[in-house]
């Protein structure tokens, strides 16, 4: 990435991750907090910003739960240069994402969020809609053993229609195209500047 001029961020969920992250050249952290789709900590936000501004002072960025442009605002408030949304461009037109897994984010809320690591190994964030219509039961769960996964040797199953999603899913309300969600979180983060007077 170097050699061309390109940067690297690298997903951190401890002050463990995000040093190792550093020191083997990694240009930016960020912060996979709680409430992340996909691979997420557990780690609220305030802490983990909180600790890695502690001793890291270049580009750090925000992720979990963002899904809103008040929610752009206080990402930078607790520290981070920039928030990270993943979940609501997937509910985009323009996202190679199936149809009805973009209706089931607009569907669901935060209490539709399952934190598990059956499915990868490592714990996640997935849509408890798509869970079901797997035949699991996704409040009885086993946990996965990390270290008898081998997704190279094809011994583990890949779950292609287990959705990762983050508990921001409240907020998506229509299917929509990437620029209408652009300008909706431009105009609530100037509504929320607004508000607080900045």
């Known amino acids: 990435m170097h050699a061309y001029g390109g940067?690297?961020?690298?997903?951190?969920?401890?002050?463990?991750?995000a040093k190792k992250a550093i020191d083997k050249g990694a240009d930016g952290l960020i912060a996979v907090c709680a409430g992340a789709g996909g691979h997420a900590g557990a780690l609220s936000p305030f802490a983990l910003i909180d600790e890695i501004r502690a001793w890291w002072d270049g580009p750090l960025l925000l992720s979990g739960a963002i899904g809103n442009g008040r929610s752009v605002l206080a990402a930078q408030a607790l520290g981070a240069d920039l928030a990270y949304i993943g979940s609501a461009f997937?509910?985009?037109?323009?996202?190679?994402?199936?149809?009805?897994?973009k209706t089931?984010?607009?569907e669901a809320s935060a209490a539709d969020i399952v934190y598990t690591n059956l499915f990868s190994g490592v714990l996640g964030n997935y849509l408890r809609s798509s869970i079901v219509n797997a035949g699991l039961d996704p409040d009885n769960l086993p946990t996965s053993d990390a270290s008898k996964m081998s997704f190279a040797s094809g011994s583990t199953r890949v779950w292609r229609d287990i959705w990762s999603c983050g508990q921001g899913v409240g907020g998506i309300r229509a299917v929509t195209s990437v620029a209408a969600l652009?300008?909706?979180l431009a105009a609530e983060y100037a509504a929320a500047r607004e508000r607080?007077?900045?």
């Open 104 to 106: 089931a984010i607009v």
């Open 7 to 17: 940067i690297v961020l690298h997903d951190v969920i401890n002050v463990v991750h």
């Open 90 to 101: 997937i509910a985009t037109t323009e996202a190679h994402a199936p149809d009805r897994y």
């Open 182 to 184: 652009v300008d909706r």
């Open 196 to 198: 607080l007077a900045m």
